[in-house]
């Protein structure tokens, strides 16, 4: 039983007992580092059952567990707190239960459980993946890892934005201005290539604007007006229209660019399970908009078009259908969830990592599904984030402002490579051993200060601040790790034996309770959806792990179990920073 568990038990008891008095909850704290103690009960919340002088209640129960319960060993009561001293045995215990379970902390999925569908990147096909991308892949991977090791199955999917205006206008640049160039005959990547012409697309149209205006045209109607947007307009037609020559450019590209996309998801270190194509479900969710009209769920207008009406539930009416019968985004999502459970009928549940402008798109989506009826729309989540800025202001795809995500990565290696030289710390390492290195500690660095900040808040990303081997830093964390594999290989005992007993210092004790945390850590995230409480509880860790480093010799004690007690104690810390890591998508070097 968890020892929070049974001191719960335990303190009912004694009230009960003493008191005559039935406690529903018991409140528990860690104790604040001033005083003695392993763990806190809070008295103040029972004197509405138990009438006294608090530190006296305190008192009475902190005698009655040091003679209930063996692990108990002393107590001290400060105001309303009763401070509960826990033996060094119950920790070697515990510990000696975990120290050789390479999966510690995670949970496996239980077959007969629902699964999850996490979506995450869905970008469109008419430009590279950028910095607001980065942010969008690294919190749904990681959340998906997270939910799996809290003992959930989880499928990673996304649904591509292949079509519509914004991908014909990359192809009719590219058809006007390209003279028939390609990835092959450029080096460029695919996703890059058609980015540029994204780009050029709006070059060419504003002149097409400044030319109509001089012409005597107002701005909105030059706009409107353009050659160039009436000539992408009428391609999308043709496109709906299932035109062979526009279909097979449109193919030929998306492409391209789906090929550059898996270098760049590759170098990210993020992945799939299953793909859904905007071309394929653009059409789904008219049939539920009429099933909906007949159990009134929506209702017309007298122009034809079709609406739901959420006034009731402190939101306003949402279009779901054009009077002309063509689909909005909306009908399109309602459409693509149900076809989600309809293919992996174990999906119970669905996350959405899409920015917060979208808060009030995924409201009104899953009161929509709510009211078709559908059971699993109680379990839709929206994983909503805040932006990513950088010291040099907003970014803009058509204007080719954008960071690109590649770059950054690249970038990154290269910071890391910079301050590693400076500092002189990789003697002896080949040139490639260094390369990987600097791609492990740069890209480390940059999933760290992304997901260590929580999810909704806007984040300041200044690569040179990430890459500090000080801190609150992915790279001190993998330096902590790669510091106690060196311990580990200058021990030269054999370490592997098991220990009974030896006398805890307190920067041990201090240690195993952080490791302790380890399990209900994950668990916490997994319901707040959130990596920064695992990236925050590995830095907290680290500290502490550091803090047993410079205060207690490892290596260098006198008693052989307490030797072998330490190294095993200073693995089991690696394994948890490496298990911690990888629900971050973050690498931990052997050696730095």
Known sequence: MHLQDSLTLHVKQAVKTIYNADLETVEFQATRKEFEGDITVVIFPMLRVVKGNPVQIGQAIGEYLVSAIGVVTGFNVVKGFLNIVISDQYYQDWFSTVKNDSDFGFKTANASDKAIMVEYSSPNTNKPLHLGHIRNNLLGYSVAEILKA??????????????????????LAWQRFG???????????????????????????????????????????????????????????????????????????????????????????????????????????????????KTGVFFKKEDGSVWCDLTDEGLDEKLVLRADGTAVYMTQDIGTAIQRIKD?????????????????????????????????????YHLSYGMVDLP???????????????????????????????????????????????????????????????????????????????????PFIQYTYARIQSIIRKADFDFSQAVTSVPLHEKEKALLKQLQLFPETIQLAATQYSPAIIANYTYDLVKEFNSFYQNVSILGAEDLQEKIFRVQLAQTVATTIKNAFSLLGIAVPERM
């Open 392 to 474: 040099s202001g907003k970014m803009k795809s058509r204007e080719g402002t954008v960071v690109d995500a590649d770059d950054l990565v690249s970038e990154m290696a290269q910071t890391a490579e910079d301050i590693s030289e400076e500092l002189g710390k990789l003697d002896g390492y080949t040139a490639q051993e260094k390369k990987a290195l600097y791609a492990t500690i740069g890209l480390g660095a940059l999933k760290y200060y992304i997901l260590k900040v929580d999810p909704k808040k806007r984040i300041l990303f200044d690569p040179k601040e990430s890459i500090d081997f000080q801190g609150n830093t992915g």
């Open 150 to 171: 809290s003992g959930k199955k989880v499928y990673k999917t996304q649904i591509i934005n292949d079509r519509g205006i914004h991908i014909c206008k990359s192809m």
């Open 179 to 293: 003279n028939g160039e390609t990835p092959e005959s450029t080096g460029l990547k695919g996703d890059k290539l058609v980015g540029n012409y994204y780009v050029k697309f709006d070059q060419e149209y504003k002149k097409e604007i400044e030319a109509l205006i001089a012409q005597g045209l107002s701005e909105d109607e030059a706009k409107k007006q353009a050659p160039l947007l009436l000539e992408a307009q009428n391609m999308l037609l043709k496109w709906e229209a299932g035109d062979e020559e526009v279909v097979t450019l449109w193919k030929t590209m998306n492409q391209w660019v789906y090929d550059g996309f898996e270098v760049t998801y590759k170098n990210l270190g993020v992945d799939f399970d299953c793909y859904y194509y905007e071309s394929d479900t653009y059409l789904l969710g008219k049939e539920f908009v009429a099933e909906g009209l």
């Open 344 to 380: 992996y009928p174990d999906v119970g549940g669905l996350v959405y990592t899409v920015g917060n402008e979208q808060d009030y798109h995924f409201k009104v989506l899953f009161l929509i599904l709510k009211k078709l009826g559908f059971e699993w729309a109680k379990h839709l």
